[in-house]
């Protein structure tokens, strides 16, 4: 089974059954060592320069990404 059909199926899960697979998973995350850490932001500031490099209109200015994210409190 890949990400992807992983995803699919956890989708299907009730509400509750997916917050307990959700903090399942987020707490996995917190056993990593610094170093695995490390590694995962390197990979992901690579993903995403890349992406930029491909696509720049896909840029977004901080303030708006900021904006955005404080909007979805309220």
């Known amino acids: 089974m890949n990400i992807q059909e992983l995803e699919t199926e956890a989708l299907k899960l009730d ?3 997916r917050a307990k697979l959700a903090g399942k998973l987020l707490n996995s995350l917190e056993e990593l060592s610094e170093e ?3 590694q995962l932001w390197s990979e992901e500031a690579q993903r995403r320069d890349a992406q930029m490099d491909t696509d ?3 840029e977004l ?3 708006d990404v900021l ?3 404080w909007s ?3």
């Open 61 to 63: 200015p901080a303030e």
């Open 36 to 38: 695995e850490v490390t």
């Open 67 to 69: 904006r955005e994210a």
């Open 56 to 58: 720049p209109d896909s």
């Open 15 to 17: 509400p509750k059954s």
């Open 72 to 74: 979805s409190f309220k």
